[in-house]
């Protein structure tokens, strides 16, 4: 399986947040350089913003967290393709405001992945596979 993190999985993850289910972390334990995490860039600038606005504490100087957090072969990242860009904007406009889920949905959509994630906005729009 093709596995997207959702920016809270991400940070879970790296964090060893007690709040990953056994299914989240058994994919995330599965992964090898063949078949490794992939997070949107996006996620990146979230972390950076929680950061900065003192709702996460990191480890290390927040430029060393992210590019260790995202560091190949285990994990790709995504960046906003003109295809990613054009399913943003043909998603429901009933679904989340958040430019950045919004992002993340469309980027899990475009690669084909199933989008590890415990938004509960995200699960009941159905637009994308989700393992929560």
Do not use: C
């Amino acid at each position: 399986m093709k596995a997207l993190l959702d920016t809270h999985i991400l940070l879970y993850w790296l964090l060893k947040d007690s709040r990953l289910t056994d299914r989240q972390e058994e994919v995330i334990r599965r992964a090898d350089p063949d078949n490794p995490l992939w997070v949107a860039e996006i996620s990146l600038w979230e972390v950076a913003t929680l950061q900065s606005l003192g709702r996460i504490r990191l480890d290390l100087p927040l430029r060393d967290w992210l590019e260790a957090a995202v560091a190949p072969p285990l994990v790709q990242r995504v960046g906003i393709s003109p295809a990613i860009a054009a399913e943003v904007a043909s998603l429901p406009d009933s679904f989340h405001r958040d430019p950045a889920d919004r992002l993340i949905v469309s980027s899990a959509r475009v690669i084909g992945a199933t989008l590890l994630t415990s938004d509960q906005k995200i699960i009941e729009a159905d637009l994308v596979p989700t393992l929560s």
